[in-house]
Antibody, heavy 121, light 107 residues
Framework: QVQLQESGPGLVKPSETLSLTCTVS????????WSWIRQPPGKGLEWIGY???????SYNPSLKSRVTISEDTSKNQFSLKLSSVTAADTAVYYC???????????????WGQGILVTVSS | DIQMTQSPSSLSASVGDRVTITCRAS??????LNWYQQKPGKAPKVLIY???SLQSGVPSRFSGSGSGTDFTLTISTLQPEDFATYYC?????????FGQGTKLEIK
């Protein structure tokens, strides 16, 4: 059974960089797309981006200038960095696997439990 | 970006009811549409992928239909554990986008 676990600081100061790590167990990150998704308190879901095991990335254009997703295959982890944060970046951040069916339809099939990151001084 | 619009935004229903939630895409997305259920304090869980394929382990009372721009999620006989928020999500193109959610509450 694949499991994902987010880790990182729960409080980040405005203008600083938010850094989170997702540790994957029960499967290798050397395949699939590995994603970050966030959810502001009481609001909907926003896809941040993903990394493919080859190292290629795709980001939401609304965040692209501030986002970096990277991987560490030796630790079976992938990470998120979001720079120049403001209060609008306060959210629960989820990592998730973006998996494809045999017919090529992709969906988020495994999720971490989520980590609340608050941006405040 | 492809905009996903769900209706209604909230819905009150009773155990045993049949419920339908609608999702509309701002452009055709073929059948690249997924449905998720989210309970308070928990991560979303995929119910339906490719518009109508039931994810393994999901009860058969959940079903999905549609293609192009209009999609529906139907719960045939509501159970107490089904009261949650439901999201649609398109996998046709980047950025992957979600609907705003439909909160299903107990009447």
């Amino acid at each position: 059974q694949v499991q994902l676990q987010e880790s990182g600081p729960g409080l980040v100061k405005p203008s600083e960089t938010l850094s989170l790590t997702c540790t994957v167990s029960g499967g290798s990150i050397r395949s699939y797309h590995w994603s970050w998704i966030r959810q502001p308190p009481g609001k909907g879901l926003e896809w941040i981006g993903y990394i493919y095991y080859s190292g290629s990335t795709s980001y939401n254009p609304s965040l692209k200038s501030r986002v970096t997703i990277s991987e560490d295959t030796s630790k079976n982890q992938f990470s998120l960095k979001l720079s120049s944060v403001t209060a609008a970046d306060t959210a629960v951040y989820y990592c998730a696997r973006f998996s494809g069916s045999s017919s090529g339809y992709y969906y988020f099939d495994y999720w971490g439990q989520g980590i609340l990151v608050t941006v405040s001084s | 970006d492809i905009q996903m619009t769900q209706s209604p935004s909230s819905l009150s229903a009773s155990v045993g009811d049949r419920v339908t939630i609608t999702c509309r895409a701002s452009q055709s997305i073929s059948r690249y549409l997924n449905w998720y259920q989210q309970k308070p304090g928990k991560a979303p869980k995929v119910l339906i992928y490719a518009a109508s394929s039931l994810q393994s382990g999901v009860p058969s009372r959940f079903s999905g239909s549609g293609s192009g721009t209009d999609f529906t999620l139907t719960i045939s006989t509501l159970q107490p554990e089904d009261f949650a928020t439901y999201y649609c999500q398109q996998s046709y193109s980047n950025p992957r986008t979600f609907g705003q959610g439909t909160k299903l509450e107990i009447k």
